[in-house]
């Protein structure tokens, strides 16, 4: 049988290798580390890396949204980072959900520019002191020092994609869309 199952897809998945349904060219490679269960961090950075919200910690961020990290900045100086610490130029990519009749702070960032993707619910955004409705589907843009605030007037919850970048420097080429 060529695909892995149950235990060795996890060993595998757990460090990141991007042949883990397939043993094919390098298995006796795929199959030590199956059996090791052991992957250095250099390994894991040439590699993808899948993880599973459902697999994360949640913490609140902004006073009241619940916050599921799934990948961060990668560190060069930390040799020890964890799987998730894997992304070249991207800040974070992380789940948020706000719970029903609950909203937000009103916040902006000065050197993010972000794209929430709505995933479930429905509600507001306070972007600028302008609201827009937002629901499932719908993908915004939050440019640096845009303030943001999500709003939920309803009784669901709502679910989103956060997808950050550090902006360091706004280039001189940036223009407005005409």
């Known amino acids: 049988n060529r695909y892995l ?9 757990r460090c990141g290798y991007g042949e883990f349904r397939r043993i094919g060219q390098g298995a006796d490679q ?4 199956i059996r090791s269960n052991t992957c250095t961090n250099q390994q894991r950075r040439r590699n993808m890396v899948i993880r599973n919200w459902r697999d994360q910690i949640p913490y609140i961020g902004h006073e009241t949204k619940i916050i599921w990290p799934l990948l961060t900045l990668r560190n060069p100086d930390d040799p020890d980072a964890p799987d998730q610490a894997c992304l070249l130029s991207l800040a974070n990519f992380t789940r948020h959900v706000v719970q ?3 909203m ?8 993010k520019e972000q794209i929430y993707y ?3 619910g429905k509600g507001k955004m306070l972007i600028d ?14 440019p640096p020092m845009a303030k943001h605030q999500v709003i939920n007037n309803t009784e669901e919850d709502i ?7 550090n902006v360091d420097e706004i280039a001189d080429n940036v223009h407005s869309p005409k």
């Open 5 to 13: 199952h149950g235990d060795q897809y996890r060993s595998v998945r």
């Open 30 to 33: 795929v199959r030590g580390m």
């Open 100 to 102: 029903g009749r609950v």
């Open 104 to 111: 937000t702070d009103y916040h902006s960032h000065e050197d």
């Open 118 to 120: 709505f995933i479930s």
């Open 129 to 142: 002191d302008e609201e827009y409705d937002v629901t499932a589907g719908d993908a915004v843009h939050l």
């Open 159 to 165: 679910e989103y994609l956060n997808i950050s970048a």
